[in-house]
């Protein structure tokens, strides 16, 4: 099975909702096993600033499935929830990205991993740090070494909404 971190945001319509269902058609998928979901954090938009607050997770997956596989399934779950790509970080009703894939580096036409800027956005490493407590390889070593030298409030990243209030997120044993 390969571990792959995701990171999820939303700044449309229903936020919260917008995660819920993103996480829902990840665990309704026999070939992946959702391990473990972040708290909500509130993030101002970076890149185009002028648009609504994201809510952002991360969520940490089993799978089989092959890294381009795990790509389609992303974009198909954007897809099925409506997103629209207008412009390079505009407003979206959803959005995953593929953080880490094993502790692989993946460079083809259509997705690098780690992601490229996860290592400079409080907003991913935030999310991603509080499921992986201890670090398991050097990608996530380094995201623990830089958030430690980041000022989470001066980066824009707010505490929503704690795990602990988002069972009906987390996988169903």
Known sequence: MNN???????NMGDRFENLQHAV????????????HTSSVYE????????????LNI?????????????????????SELGRV??????????????LLYNHEDIETESLIVPHPRMYERAFVLVPLIEITPTPVGEQLQR?????????????????WRASAELKMMQPVN
């Not at 792959?4 to 945001?9: M, N, Q, R």
């Not at 958030?147 to 001066?154: A, G, L, S, T, V």
């Open 143 to 159: 995201a623990h070494d830089i958030m430690q030298q980041m000022d989470c409030k001066e980066e824009g990243v707010t505490l």
């Open 85 to 98: 790509r207008e412009f390079r970080w505009g407003p979206r009703i959803i959005d995953l990205d593929i």
């Open 4 to 10: 792959v971190y995701l990171s999820i945001g939303t």
């Open 24 to 35: 829902k058609l990840l665990t309704e998928n026999k070939e992946i096993e959702v391990v």
């Open 58 to 78: 991360a969520v940490h997956i089993k799978t089989s499935y092959s890294s381009s596989e795990m790509l389609k399934i992303c974009q198909w779950i954007e």
């Open 43 to 54: 993030t101002a938009a970076v890149g185009y600033t002028d648009q609504a607050d994201f």
